[in-house]
Nanobody
Framework: QVQLVESGGGLVQAGGSLRLSCAAS????????MGWFRHAPGKEREFVAA????????YYADSVKGRFTISRDNAKNAVYLQMNSVKPEDTAVYYC????????????????WGQGTQVTVSS
């Protein structure tokens, strides 16, 4: 069983940047497709970005395309989310997940989740 721990969240002004990290332990994630999702108050958890096992392909929600970048370091068993030009609507708890089966943009397709890290963007 893999354990995921997200970190790097915090309070940032609109237009600023944050880098989120997702550290895995218990099992290597180097062979797995990984994703980032977020959950804002009053909304459902939504897809943010995903990356193939070797980083060769990445996928983004339209709302973050051009601003966020997902990456991974398999040697460190970690996945990252670089958030630039953040907006107040990016405020949410951000989670990383290990993909299992199904549509990559659906949370139901992910088998394991971390506890999340809070990102708050002030206007």
């Amino acid at each position: 069983q893999v354990q995921l721990v997200e970190s790097g969240g915090g309070l940032v002004q609109a237009g600023g940047s944050l880098r989120l990290s997702c550290a895995a332990s218990g099992r290597t994630i180097s062979n797995y497709f990984m994703g980032w999702f977020r959950h804002a108050p009053g909304k459902e958890r939504e897809f943010v970005a995903a990356i193939t096992w070797n980083g060769g392909r990445t996928y983004y929600a339209d709302s973050v395309k051009g601003r966020f970048t997902i990456s991974r370091d398999n040697a460190k068993n970690a996945v990252y989310l670089q958030m630039n030009s953040v907006k107040p609507e990016d405020t949410a708890v951000y989670y990383c997940g290990v993909y299992g089966d199904g549509y990559y943009y659906s949370e139901r397709s992910y088998a394991s989740w971390g506890q999340g890290t809070q990102v708050t963007v002030s206007s």
